[in-house]
């Protein structure tokens, strides 16, 4: 076969241990990422003339008036949503990967209506995602009721079972969506093997935090989740001083159908996420160990010195 030789650089990593083919695996979130979950960029100047009015059923509310065009969504208000979001699946205990899941049925749904939507209505709309996205992931932790709580009363059953139904049919009921993390962990298999499983871990923990940097900001929502996934990874290669598997990585990568990662998608995260690391203070120097949460799925900006004291003999 021809993936053969792949499969022996490939070492199986937590949670994969039954990877039968890893190349064919990837192939289809790839395929997966491209046909059914893309999202544009709805906050165009291109696009929101084009935006139309909500429907009364999905808007309803006993004070409810249609948003203006002086009041429709803007990238702040989801930049806070999302930080909303992290703050309740940590308060939950739940995985982090949840909020990236809510944010990908936000965006497309957002990307797929094109309606004129104003605060109260973003906010419905992003909190029944994430009610739909715990649903979905973590069955029966979280009813809706408490969701409404959490919103303090502001939204009612009512008006949320109207919006999951709305959602679910505007996405055609796709809602597994290939995560950037998801795309990172498989890609990482696809690094030699001689880089120890240890280093492979430390890796993968720096890459699943860039990938959080990364759903708060808007820049994005356009961008492929393979893209994204691809583009933490190599900048976590940097800050580890593991660049040298590159040319290795990049020829195993070859063997994908239809990705490259030459390509300017790939980069163009790379360096946006080189940026925020950068300006968040999570370099070596300024960041601090947040050593209150140790758990694994919500790993916080921590200084790399504990990872590039241990990458030394990869120089």
Not at 145 to 151: F, G, P, T, V
Not at 157 to 165: A, C, F, P, R, S
Not at 226 to 233: C, K, R, T, V, Y
Not at 254 to 267: D, I, Q, R, S, T
Request: charged share 20%; aromatic share 10%.
């Amino acid at each position: 076969r021809k993936h053969k030789s792949i499969s022996k650089t490939a070492t199986t990593t937590e949670g994969l241990e039954a990877m039968v083919d890893l190349v064919e695996q990837i192939n289809i979130l790839l395929e997966q990422d491209t046909r059914y979950y893309e999202s544009q960029d709805y906050l165009s100047p291109s696009l929101q003339p084009n935006a139309q009015l909500p429907t009364a059923e999905v808007y309803q509310s006993q004070d409810a008036v249609a948003p203006s065009p002086s009041a429709i969504i803007n990238e702040a208000w989801r930049e806070k949503i999302c930080e909303w979001s992290y703050q309740v699946v940590d308060h939950f205990d739940f995985s982090r990967e949840i909020v990236s899941i809510s944010m990908s049925f936000l965006d497309r749904y957002l990307s797929s209506t094109l309606k004129l939507v104003d605060k109260k209505l973003f906010q419905l709309t992003a909190m029944t995602c994430l009610y739909l996205a715990i649903k979905l992931y973590e069955p029966g932790s979280l009813p809706m009721q408490a969701m409404i709580e959490l919103s303090r009363g502001y939204f009612t059953v009512e008006q949320m079972t109207i919006m999951e139904m709305d959602i679910l049919r505007i996405l055609s009921w796709h809602v597994h969506p290939p995560t950037s993390v998801c795309f990172a962990r498989h890609f990482l298999q696809l690094i030699p093997a001689e880089l120890s499983n240890t280093f492979k871990h430390d890796l993968m923990e720096l890459t699943r935090f860039l990938s959080e940097l990364a759903v708060i900001d808007y820049f994005f929502v356009p961008k492929k989740m393979s893209s994204l996934g691809l583009g933490a990874l190599l900048h976590a290669m940097e800050i580890m001083h593991l660049t040298k598997f590159v040319p290795d990585f990049f020829e195993q990568l070859k063997h994908l159908h239809g990705f490259n990662p030459f390509a300017n998608e790939v980069n163009d995260c790379r360096i946006r996420l080189r940026d925020l690391y950068l300006q968040g203070g999570y370099s070596c120097g300024n960041a601090t160990m947040q050593a209150e949460d140790t758990r694994e799925e919500t790993i916080s900006p921590v200084c790399v010195s504990a990872f590039e004291s241990r990458t030394t003999a990869y120089k």
